[in-house]
């Protein structure tokens, strides 16, 4: 006679899961939670993931929105590369995102830095310099439109008390683009309360050990504050990035991509050939062209976050 056991047989486990999902309480169960995801599905399917395939065949066709689209293989392809706005957007769009993003994180870093030492009355300034974050768009982009009026504007009254000269701001081919770019700076709120949040978070201990070795605020900052906040900062360059490049409503309501196109962007370049030349495949292909940029873009910021993303606990 044998001494080893039975080996226990391999269906065993798959027999007891198949049975456990047969019983009525499971299906009822797994029948809630598919409706309780059914509205979503169905709003994804309908008015996200439609639109994305349609977008996709529209790139090949030429469709004016009044008539029956009609399959024109690569000639959208072809007008884009010989197209010199699409050229002149992107430069303008790039130009936004180089000057925007990195000063709208400055900004937000040093006023998180400020309100994160404690002083009176801090919950209040946070309020105030984040509400313009939360100021809707038109009316943020109107109020800016009279801050750069150059007859009765705020900017040029403010350049008045240093005896500079009046700037057409706006109006200017050479003062358009860094115009938005202040605008872009001014609500910085959001950025704000991320690195807040992050700089919370930094041990106390890690500061009190630098006070001991008798390190400079600008040592323990370099050395301690950049480095912990690091992902906070990559989050927010990221997020900055994507949003810069989908600037829309404040150069719409407030210069229309004029003068001479110096403040034409990407997407408002895609909303003219779409909705007011109904050229419905070329502006379909000028947005997956977008896509592609902003998707490559992320992915190398996300390659080159190796080198200076630092995670808590992470091996190094």
């Known amino acids: 006679m044998s001494d080893r056991l ?39 399917l309908v008015f996200g993931l439609a639109p994305i395939i349609a977008s996709f065949l529209l790139m090949f066709t030429k469709w004016e929105v009044l008539t029956p689209a009609v399959w024109t293989g690569l000639s959208n392809f072809r007008r884009m590369l010989a197209d010199p706005l699409v050229g002149k957007s992107l430069a303008n769009t790039l130009f936004f995102t180089v000057l925007s993003v990195p000063l709208n994180i400055i900004a937000a870093l040093f006023a998180a830095s400020l309100l994160n030492v404690g002083v009176k009355g801090t919950n209040l300034f946070r309020a105030i310099i984040y509400l313009p974050s939360q100021m809707p768009a038109v009316a943020s982009a109107i109020l800016w439109f009279f801050i750069f009026s150059p007859t009765y504007g705020l900017a040029n009254g403010f350049l008045a008390w240093f005896r500079i000269p009046e700037q057409k701001w706006l109006w200017d081919v050479h003062l358009v683009k860094p115009s938005l770019v202040l605008m872009a700076i001014w609500s910085f709120g959001q950025a704000m309360i991320i690195f807040l949040a992050g700089l919370q ?21 370099r050395s301690i504050t950049l480095p912990m906040l690091s992902p906070v900062i990559f989050f927010n360059l990221v997020i900055g990035i994507i949003g810069s490049f989908q600037v829309f409503t404040s150069v719409l309501v407030m210069t229309n991509g004029e003068p001479a196109n110096a403040s034409l962007m990407v997407v408002l370049y895609i909303y003219r050939n779409a909705f007011q030349n109904f050229k419905m495949g070329y502006a379909s292909l000028l947005s997956w062209v977008l896509l592609v940029i902003v998707l490559i873009l992320t992915l190398i910021q996300f390659r080159l976050s190796r080198n200076w993303v630092y995670y808590e606990g992470e091996k190094q």
């Open 6 to 44: 039975p080996a226990p047989s391999s269906l065993q486990p798959a027999r007891i899961r198949r049975s456990e999902y047969a019983s009525p309480m499971r299906r009822r169960e797994a029948l809630a939670g598919y409706l309780a995801i059914l509205p979503w599905m169905l709003g994804f």
């Open 201 to 221: 978070g930094v041990p106390v201990a890690l500061y009190e050990a630098a006070d001991i070795d008798g390190a400079s605020v600008w040592r323990r900052f």
